[in-house]
């Protein structure tokens, strides 16, 4: 992957396309009605799209963070249905607190 910038720094967000137990759960409380629509249109591209999706919106979400420290705000990140499927780095997204509730942890969906 390759990326230029003329006028600042870029971002690079990369996901691995995989399956996730709460797949239907993380759609419905992430994205829009349209987006959902998007995204469950065709299910042998679901996945594909549900991570094209994501990406942009874990990237969007990290300029929100820098362009909130510019002007000394605080800016903290819920990652309740992000924390069972990944790794994540508070510092690395431009967060001052991370939160997440343990239940999210336990149970049948986490398998």
């Keep these: 992957?390759?990326?230029?910038?003329?006028n600042?720094?870029?971002g690079i967000d990369l996901e691995q396309i995989r399956p996730l137990g709460d797949l239907d759960e993380l759609i419905e409380k992430n994205f829009t009605v349209q987006e959902r629509k998007y995204?469950?249109?065709?299910?042998?591209?679901?996945?594909?799209r549900f991570f094209?999706?994501?990406t942009v919106k874990e990237s969007y979400l990290k300029a929100i963070g820098e362009a909130v420290h510019k002007v000394?705000?605080?800016?903290?990140?819920?990652?309740v249905h992000l924390t069972p499927h990944a790794v994540i780095s508070a510092k690395?997204?431009?967060?001052d607190?991370?939160?997440?509730?343990?239940?999210?942890?336990?149970?049948?969906?986490?398998?």
């Design 1 to 6: 992957m390759y990326a230029f910038s003329k």
């Design 8 to 10: 600042g720094e870029v």
């Design 39 to 48: 995204i469950n249109h065709l299910s042998s591209e679901r996945l594909q």
């Design 52 to 54: 094209k999706f994501w």
């Design 72 to 79: 000394g705000a605080l800016f903290y990140v819920d990652g």
């Design 92 to 95: 690395d997204i431009g967060a």
């Design 97 to 111: 607190f991370f939160g997440f509730s343990f239940y999210k942890l336990m149970g049948p969906h986490c398998a």
